[in-house]
Each structure stands twice: as structure tokens, then as C-alpha cells.
């Protein structure tokens, strides 16, 4: 083939001279319009205009009342309540779910089926359902006591009197609203983490665990060091929806019942009240500032554990620009 | 060494085996099965001490797979390999194999540099942090020890100035280099090379070797898979041709590459050389 390409400048012909270095004229043309563009958004303004007609014309709405309440003591009290069950579930839910999806991939045939189990009650049940559940729990179980297992069989049998029972706590006090509640959300968010986790795990690719394996690491080093910081990136987006929809969840708290959370204060003004409309609105500017306020957060994490060396989002949807 | 080991050029393994004294590989009859497909049908092969041995072959001929039975990344299906007069991955008592625990089998491949066709380093780290990681993690290094280790090995790979880098700032070849340096900061007494630059440009094919060449020459056992026949006639004091699972034929380079005696050594050669 080369033969073809040659004559062009055969042997002791001189060097070709590189290409480039003409004066070039820079391309014009005219940009494609979109006149549709303009119609929708003349079509969305008129809707726009409409809405916001609305909220300052209906009555229902009834402003005033609405800031005078939503700014109440108890509605203020009951968005930290909200805001600490959020971030002590989701806390509790991460670490349960990175055990679980260890558990999950150890290998271990206990360990897995046990993760499975678990993953497959606590996703199978409702949270409405699993918040009252454990606001119920003290039904069961009176008093929670911490000692060996089955006492009451193997102690007269070895014909000893007593019980092996170590300390115990009263249950209505223990799993009185609020930590039933926790508990609730708690062990149901593990379930979800762990699957978030175990993906992310997996993610990562195969060589990364090899290599490290090479280099004398063990296992639970490997985990740490190498695999765990590299499934961060794919957990954490998942996670930030996670936290935002435990922050909508925690409404489900006024079932168990928690009666200083915030949706159970603020239907309560509204039902007191006969201004339910305006507290339902109060509601949903407070769940949304509280979840604006999260997504900031997310997006400060996600700037933390995905650093420059990986390029940037769009650098990686749409193309790198290392490689 | 043991006195006896230089009488009689044979020394006693933990378990009773008699091994080469020079030997710091041994392999005998190793086969590997996945499933139902046998990938290595009985390989039998001796590393000396200060050897270079590289492994050529068709793809699928098992010998990426052998390299990797060797820091027992893989389980042998059948026979046994030893890396200085250890077994790998076993302890044999009164005749019975035990399965070494984890953190045993980590402190064995913690002996053994291995690098990858696909460099294989941890993105989340700088250069830097790459090469530190297990001499501070296994070992137990103190940090500036560990820098000061990585820094002198850097600087031996051809990269001081990359120590903050990470490793998609980094072309294939100086990714590769980093690689060999992580490997070597552990100080291993054998270095494994599974086609270390197949995955490269041409161009940056040589850097490696180089690299390479720099460390055979101070004295590095090295097992080298690789289709680099230049690399292998220069460097290499042995070569070994495999196909199908088996060593087809072995010698000095020079022999076995432009003497090959066996078939199918020879109908390979003409397709690469």
C-alpha cells in the first residue's frame, strides 16, 4: 500500500512540509432558530401568571395566619426534632448498611443469608407499618433486659436459682415515641443502605481488589483502604436521596405517635384551629427549605469525595478530557 | 543458605520437600481448572535466584493465568508451588494440605511484586499515595519513611515530579512506571509482570522497558509474560513457550527464538516475529 502514497514525494525528493499555518476564515453561518422555544415559554408565563394570581387572590390561603404560626415554638421545636431524626437515621442506617453489605459479599453463608433476611423485612414492610409496629413494641415486651439467653430453661435444669439476667430497662421508657420511632426508620433505612452500599461495592472494579491483594493487604485492609473509598462516589448520590426522602419520612413519626414532631405540630395548629389549609402549605415550605438546605450539603460531600483526579461530571458523561 | 543447601545444592522445605537450592520459584505439575475448562494442564518450572524468565505464547495458552497461581491470586487445582521454599497458600502437615488463613496468604504475596497490563492503580491516591500505601499499611512503615522510599523510587522510575499527580493526570506509560515502583516499595525478593505493556501506545512502550531492563540488570528475579520479543532476547535469561496449558518449550532466549525446535513454537513465532 505504501508504495501508492509514496511517488508523491519519492526517494531525494525533499521533506513534505507539515500542514497548517495558512491564514484561515473563521466559519459563519446562521444559527438554526427555534421559534417553538418562545411559545412554550410564553405558554408556561401565562400558566405562571396564573398560579401566582392565585396564591395572592384566594383567601384560603390566609398569609398571615400562616407566617404567624409557622414560626411558632413548637413548630421551631418540632423541625429540630424532624431534623435530628433525619440525620441520627440516616447516621445508624449508614453504618448498618455498610455491615450488612459486607456481610453481604463476605461470602459467609451465615453472614449473607442473615444480611439477606434482614434486607428482605426491613424493605418488605412499610415504614408507616414498622413506625407503628415499634410504637407498639412495649405490648411485647415489658421490660428489656440484657443476660444470657434462655435462662429460664438451662438455669433450674443446672439447679441454680435466679437468672442470668445482667440489667434491664423498662420499655415504655425505652421505646417511648421518639426512640421507637428512630429505631423504626433506623433499621429500615440499614436495609436500603445496604443494598446503595453493596452496589457501590461493586462497582469497583475487580483489578483494584487485586491489586491490593498483591501488594500483602488482607481482606478487611483491602475493604478499608482501597474498595470502601472507591464506592463512595457511587454511594453518595444515591445517598442524598436517601437523607432527602428520610427527611419526608420523619412525617411519618406522628403515627408512632411523636407528638413534638413537626407535621403532627403543624396539622395540630391547623386543626385546633379550622385553618388546615395555610398549615399544609407551612408544611410544605418547611420540608422543602430543610431539603433545599440537604442538597447543598450533597452537593459540598460529593465535591469531597469526587476531587479532580476523576474529572468532572460532565467531563465524564460527556467525555474526558485526559483521555 | 544452609550449609547443607551449599554441599549438596539442595534445600529442606518447612514440610520435607527437597528443592533446588537456587531455585525461588518452583512449580511442580500446577493445573487450573475453571469449571469445567482446564486451563493449565501440569506446569513444571524452576526460577533461580537473579533470574529473568519471560513467558511468551497465544493468548489463552494459561500463561497469565500460571503468573497468577504464583502469588496464588488463583488456586491451583492440583500440584504445588513454592516461592522461597514456601508453599504458597498452603501448610503441609503429616501429609495433609491446610488452607493458609488471609492474613497469611498476605503476608506471603507481600514478598512478590506483581504488575498488571492494566496498571491497575488505586484512583482515589496520588502517585504518591499509591506507593506508599502498603509499606505503611502491611509494613508498618512510618509515613516519612515511606516517602522517602517512594520519593528515591520515583525518582528511579523516571518520575520524580509526579509525586502528587493521580493517576488519570498520567499517561499509560508513567502509570505503568508508578505501578512497578508501588510494587517495588515493598521490597519484594520476586517481581511479576503480566503483559505489563500490552495495554500501551508504541510509543510509550519503551519507557517500561526500560524501566524493566534497569531493574534485571540490578539483579531483580523477574517472571515477565509479555509478546515483547526484543525485550525478551535482550533481558530475558530464559523463555518459556506456552500453549494450551502446557510449557511447549524452554531454553535460552536465543535458542528457543530463532531455533525453535517444537511446531508449535515455530508456527507462533512466525505470526509475531
Not at chain 1, 121 to 144: C, D, E, H, S
Not at chain 1, 204 to 209: A, E, M
Not at chain 2, 169 to 176: D, K, Y
Amino acid at each position: 500500500m505504501s508504495s501508492q502514497t509514496e511517488p508523491v514525494n519519492g526517494p531525494g525528493s525533499p521533506e513534505p512540509a507539515p500542514q497548517g499555518g495558512r491564514p484561515a476564515e473563521p466559519v459563519t453561518a446562521v444559527p438554526v432558530r427555534y421559534p417553538e422555544r418562545w411559545v412554550a415559554a410564553g405558554f408556561v408565563l401565562v400558566l405562571a401568571a396564573m398560579f401566582v394570581h392565585m396564591l395572592f387572590t384566594n383567601t384560603a390561603f390566609n398569609w398571615p395566619f400562616m407566617f404567624d404560626h409557622m414560626f411558632s415554638e413548637p413548630v421551631v421545636r418540632g423541625v429540630w426534632i424532624t431534623l435530628s431524626a433525619t440525620v441520627l437515621s440516616m447516621i445508624i442506617g449508614v453504618i448498618l448498611g455498610i455491615v450488612l453489605a459486607v456481610m453481604r459479599l463476605s461470602g459467609n453463608p451465615v453472614l449473607v443469608t442473615v444480611s439477606w433476611l434482614y434486607t428482605w423485612f426491613f424493605r418488605g414492610v412499610p415504614r408507616l407499618v414498622l413506625a407503628v409496629l415499634f410504637g407498639n413494641l412495649a405490648i411485647l415486651y415489658t421490660t428489656i433486659e440484657i443476660g444470657l439467653p434462655f435462662d429460664n430453661y438451662w438455669m433450674p435444669w443446672l439447679g441454680l436459682d435466679g437468672d442470668a439476667r445482667f440489667f434491664e430497662i423498662d420499655a415504655r421508657t425505652m421505646l417511648s415515641g421518639y426512640t421507637a420511632g428512630l429505631l423504626a426508620l433506623s433499621l429500615s433505612e440499614g436495609a436500603y443502605m445496604a443494598e446503595i452500599i453493596r452496589a457501590g461495592l461493586q462497582s469497583v472494579n475487580k483489578g483494584q481488589t487485586e491489586a491490593a491483594q498483591a501488594l500483602g493487604m488482607s481482606r478487611g485492609r483491602t475493604l478499608r483502604r482501597i474498595t470502601l473509598p472507591q464506592a463512595m462516589r457511587v454511594v453518595i448520590p444515591p445517598t442524598g436521596n436517601e437523607t432527602i426522602a428520610m427527611l419526608k419520612d420523619t412525617a411519618l413519626l406522628a403515627y408512632v405517635p411523636v407528638t413534638i414532631e413537626l407535621f403532627y405540630q403543624l396539622q395540630a395548629i391547623g386543626a385546633r384551629t379550622y385553618q388546615i389549609f395555610p398549615m399544609l402549605v407551612a408544611a410544605c415550605l418547611w420540608y422543602l427549605a430543610i431539603t433545599s438546605v440537604l442538597m447543598v450539603g450533597q452537593y459540598f460531600i460529593e465535591r469531597r469525595f469526587n476531587p479532580g483526579q476523576y474529572g468532572s461530571i460532565r467531563d465524564r458523561i460527556v467525555g474526558g478530557a485526559h483521555r | 543458605m544452609s550449609e547443607r543447601a551449599r554441599e549438596t545444592g539442595v534445600t529442606m522445605t518447612a514440610e520435607g520437600t527437597e528443592l533446588p537450592a537456587n531455585a525461588l520459584v518452583v512449580a511442580e505439575n500446577v493445573h487450573k481448572n475453571f469449571g469445567r475448562l482446564e486451563v493449565l494442564k501440569g506446569i513444571d518450572l524452576q526460577v533461580r535466584r537473579g533470574e529473568v524468565m519471560c513467558i511468551i505464547g497465544p493468548s489463552g495458552s494459561g500463561k497469565s493465568t500460571f503468573l497468577r497461581c504464583i502469588n496464588h491470586l488463583e488456586k491451583l487445582t492440583a500440584g504445588r508451588l513454592w516461592v522461597n521454599g514456601e508453599l504458597m497458600g498452603y501448610r503441609q502437615k503429616r501429609g495433609r494440605l491446610y488452607e493458609l488463613r488471609d492474613n497469611e496468604i498476605a503476608l506471603q504475596r507481600s514478598d512478590i511484586g506483581m504488575v498488571f497490563q492494566r496498571f491497575n492503580l488505586f484512583p482515589h491516591l496520588s502517585a504518591l499515595g499509591n506507593i506508599i500505601e502498603a509499606p505503611m499499611q502491611v509494613k508498618r512503615k512510618s509515613r516519612s519513611e515511606a516517602v522517602a522510599k517512594a520519593r528515591e523510587l520515583l525518582e528511579r522510575v523516571g518520575l520524580p515530579d509526579k509525586a502528587d499527580a493521580y493517576p488519570d493526570q498520567l499517561s499509560g506509560g508513567q502509570q505503568q512506571r508508578v505501578a512497578i515502583a508501588r510494587a517495588l516499595a515493598m521490597e519484594p525478593s520476586l517481581m511479576l509482570f503480566d503483559e505489563p505493556t500490552s495495554a500501551l501506545d508504541p510509543e510509550l512502550v519503551g519507557e517500561v522497558l526500560d524501566v524493566m531492563r534497569d531493574l534485571a540488570e540490578g539483579g531483580m528475579t523477574m517472571v515477565v509474560v509479555t509478546h515483547e520479543m526484543g525485550f525478551a532476547r535482550e533481558v530475558g535469561d530464559s523463555l518459556v513457550f506456552m500453549d494450551d496449558g502446557v510449557v511447549v518449550e524452554s531454553g535460552s532466549p536465543a535458542e528457543v527464538l530463532s531455533d525453535p525446535r517444537h511446531e508449535r513454537t515455530q508456527a507462533f513465532l512466525s505470526k509475531v516475529l
